[in-house]
């Protein structure tokens, strides 16, 4: 059973680099993970969509990491 709950932790935080680029960004959305989409393990794309339709009930960690992850990407130009 330790090693279940073991091998859970390590695929819900394993998810989330499709949100977060860092192991403070995963951990502040497992807890969420795990409360609203915890249905959705172990489809990253699902998990993320979960978080994504669950905003208002994040945790505010949470929000600001999917909030990050929401942004499109801007190019840097080389031209003067």
Do not use: E, F, H, Y
Request: one cysteine or more; charged letters at 20%; glycine letters at 2%.
């Amino acid at each position: 059973m330790k090693s279940a709950s073991i091998a859970l932790l390590a695929l819900i935080a394993g998810a989330a680099p499709a949100l977060a680029d860092s192991r403070a960004d995963r951990a502040a959305c497992t807890p969420d993970v795990m409360r609203l989409c915890a249905s959705q393990i172990p489809n990253v794309a699902a998990i993320t969509v979960c978080l994504r339709q669950q905003r208002p009930n994040l945790s505010p960690g949470c929000r600001v990491v999917m909030d990050q992850s929401a942004r499109p990407v801007r190019s840097v130009s080389n031209r003067p």
